[in-house]
């Protein structure tokens, strides 16, 4: 999940399917484990206020209530539309 490493720094990317880079993300890790202990620190930071579950439930009722009001707009214009132009 490139996303989710990019956007925390919580991690280091290597290329898919290539073992030799891998290696070496672990080796540098395991030689400075402060660096380590930084990246780890600051990634549970990152993802605790991007995908708390309070964050989360604040995302999805505000995407509900945009809905809901897109919704109640759609039907209030075709009901203030006169019969001829909704096709009755």
Do not use: C, F
């Not at 780890?40 to 930071?45: F, L, P």
Request: hydrophobic fraction near 40%.
């Amino acid at each position: 999940m490139p996303g989710i490493v990019e956007a925390t720094g919580g991690g280091l990317l290597v290329e898919k399917n290539d073992p030799a880079a891998l290696s070496d993300a672990i080796t540098r890790l395991v030689a400075n484990p402060e660096s380590s202990n930084e990246i780890g620190r600051r990634g549970a930071q990152r993802v605790a206020e991007l995908y708390s579950w309070e964050r989360v439930a604040s995302i999805t009722r505000d995407l509900h209530e945009q809905a809901l009001s897109a919704r109640r707009s759609r039907s209030a214009v075709a009901v203030s539309q006169p019969d001829s132009i909704r096709g009755g």
